[in-house]
Structures are given as structure tokens and as C-alpha cells.
């Protein structure tokens, strides 16, 4: 018996979403298609920075750059949507690296959770 395998076929997608999630010790670049699967991730620990440089503007820009010549070279990848999300001082320059790379920005959007009133505070220490 003859195994047969299946070739797979390089995906063409020529628009997509990036998600970036900017904490304070580090940011994370996540490029998808449309429909939210993923094609490629990219952080500072990616490129290269380790402990405190992770956390650096600079860094997120490289790891952002990193991340969109990945995905414009496999996928052939052209224009995104940006999902911003999270207080990181890497927020503003990761979004400088997708574009920097050569990605067409079609929108921004900031999706960082804000509370609505929800849990009760703790209660303030005495004096």
C-alpha cells in the first residue's frame, strides 16, 4: 500500500488583521487573515532582545517589521487592519514597523480593555 500525502497549497492572501498586544514587558504581533487564523506571530524575543530590551519602543518595531516580511513573502500579503491592544510603551512603534515594512494600513483600532464600573474596590487602608 502506496501512502499518498497531500501537497498542501501555498494560501494567497493578499488582506489580513494584525493584532498587537502591548504589555509592559513586551509586545506581541500576531498577523491573520480575515477570517482570524493565524499566518504569523512575531515578538522581540523573535528578533533577538531579551530581559528589559523586550519592553523597548525599538524592539517592537523590529519584531513588527520581522513579522510583516514573513507574512508578505509567504503569503504575499499587502493590506491590514490594525487591532491595538494594551498600555506598552511598544503600541505606537509596532504599528510604525507594519508600516515601515511596506503593509497598507486601513484602519486602526484600539481595543484596550477599559473597566465599566465592574468588581467593588478595595476598601482604604486606616490611618
Known amino acids: 500500500m502506496a501512502k499518498t500525502t497531500k501537497k498542501s497549497t501555498k494560501k494567497k492572501v493578499l488582506s489580513g488583521m494584525a493584532m498587537i498586544q502591548a504589555t509592559f514587558n513586551n509586545t506581541i504581533i500576531t498577523l491573520t487573515d480575515e477570517e ?7 515578538s522581540p524575543a523573535v528578533v533577538g532582545f531579551s530581559g528589559a530590551r523586550r519592553s523597548t519602543a525599538f524592539a ?28 506598552g510603551s511598544g503600541r505606537n512603534a509596532a504599528v510604525k514597523g507594519l508600516d515601515a515594512a511596506g503593509l497598507r494600513i486601513t484602519s486602526l483600532t484600539d481595543r484596550t480593555p477599559i473597566p465599566h464600573n465592574g468588581c467593588r474596590s478595595r476598601k482604604a487602608p486606616r490611618n
Open 36 to 42: 482570524g487564523k493565524t499566518l504569523v506571530q512575531g
Open 60 to 87: 517592537a518595531t523590529k519584531a513588527a517589521q520581522d513579522a510583516a516580511e514573513k507574512a508578505m513573502k509567504k503569503y504575499g500579503l499587502k493590506e491590514i487592519k490594525v487591532f491595538v491592544k494594551g498600555p
